[in-house]
């Protein structure tokens, strides 16, 4: 069972407009949220982290916001740019247990010039 | 960024043969994890270490086996490679320390023929 999903697969964005990705989770022992950026043939790198006792964290162009409420976070770049084509990963951490990441299935972003 | 180096970068086998996948890390990371990534379903955990000889299974470990003999070393090994076990390899390091992110190798693609 999916604890983290992301449920667009893809998205479309025009330059210097915003992109706007989301993740939803369920299990409301995650308290650490990250977003990971990967392009084809490289492995996954770390963007921009939110750590459940906080509902936003900015960093430049990327912003991440948590909703616990919701059990939703979303990652807001602006404004978009064509290098920032790539799938984009949601994964969260539980606060007990094993240090694991769950990651949800990825949104391809594509930024058009 | 960590080094994490995987080995081989590509590899095609056949079917029933054994596999031994290898990551070799610079950080003296306590922790490292296999991920495996298919279409549909992101990143899914295979097995972990928090420490030489010491590992733990993760959510789709079957047909899967790991040893850590050093801090540096995690290798992953398919006993008896099946199709369903086509897919691209990441390994992945962390310090384990609270609200930390993993980082990750470049990948493994393995197809079992």
């Known amino acids: 069972d999916q604890q983290v999903k992301q449920n667009s697969p893809s998205l479309s964005v025009q330059e210097g407009r915003i992109s706007i990705l989301n993740c939803d989770y369920t299990?409301?022992?995650?308290?650490?949220f990250l977003w990971y950026k990967k392009y084809p043939a490289e492995g996954p790198t770390f963007l921009i982290s939110?750590?459940?006792?906080?509902d936003k964290n900015e960093d430049g162009r990327f912003t991440v916001f948590l909703n616990k409420s919701a059990k939703h976070l979303s990652l807001h770049i602006v404004p978009s740019q064509p290098g920032d084509s790539a799938v984009y990963f949601c994964a969260a951490r539980p606060r007990t247990g094993a240090n694991n990441l769950f990651f949800g299935t990825g949104t391809r972003l594509t930024v058009i010039p | 960024d960590a080094g994490i180096t995987q080995s081989p970068r590509h590899k095609v086998t056949e079917t029933g043969t054994p596999v031994t996948l290898r990551c070799h890390q610079t950080?003296?990371?306590?922790?490292m994890y296999w991920y495996r990534q298919d279409p549909g379903h992101g990143l899914r955990l295979i097995h972990y270490s928090y420490g030489v000889k010491d590992t733990d299974k993760g959510e789709v470990s079957d047909g899967y086996s790991v040893s850590r003999s050093k801090t540096e070393d995690f290798l992953l090994t398919l006993e008896s490679a099946t199709s369903s076990q086509t897919s691209v390899y990441f390994c992945?390091?962390?310090?384990?320390?609270?609200?930390?992110?993993?980082?990750f190798g470049q990948g493994t693609r393995l197809t079992v023929v």
């Open positions: 299990n409301s022992m995650f308290d650490y």
């Open positions: 939110i750590s459940s006792i906080k």
């Open positions: 992945a390091t962390g310090t384990g320390q609270m609200n930390t992110e993993a980082f």
């Open positions: 950080e003296n990371h306590r922790y």
